[in-house]
């Protein structure tokens, strides 16, 4: 993802700034995945893991970008307090 792109869009909730995901993060959120555990906030249970995302400053909700998308929709937007 351009940082260009990065440094204009923000997070729809709460308007903080957005950045990439780690590694570390993506990998705590696929495991909740995987265990079934894990819902947007649309109340869907999510199936799919995800390969890239983005992740608020204060590291309270992520955003999946789908083939290079980033998908700023409030209801897709995963909460990552939810995950143990």
């Given at each position: 993802?351009?940082?260009?792109?990065?440094?204009?869009?923000?997070?729809p909730?709460t308007?903080k700034?957005?950045?990439?995901?780690r590694a570390?993060?993506?990998?705590?959120?696929?495991?909740?995945?995987?265990?079934?555990?894990?819902?947007?906030?649309?109340?869907?249970?999510?199936?799919?893991?995800?390969?890239?995302?983005?992740?608020?400053?204060?590291?309270?909700?992520l955003?999946p970008?789908?083939?290079?998308?980033?998908?700023?929709?409030e209801?897709?937007?995963?909460?990552?307090?939810?995950?143990?």
């Amino acid at each position: 993802m351009e940082k260009r792109l990065l440094d204009i869009i923000c997070c729809p909730i709460t308007h903080k700034g957005l950045s990439l995901a780690r590694a570390d993060q993506l990998a705590r959120v696929n495991e909740a995945i995987a265990a079934g555990t894990l819902q947007n906030r649309n109340g869907e249970r999510l199936a799919q893991s995800f390969r890239e995302a983005l992740i608020t400053d204060d590291g309270k909700l992520l955003y999946p970008v789908n083939d290079g998308i980033p998908v700023l929709l409030e209801g897709e937007a995963v909460g990552l307090s939810d995950i143990a």
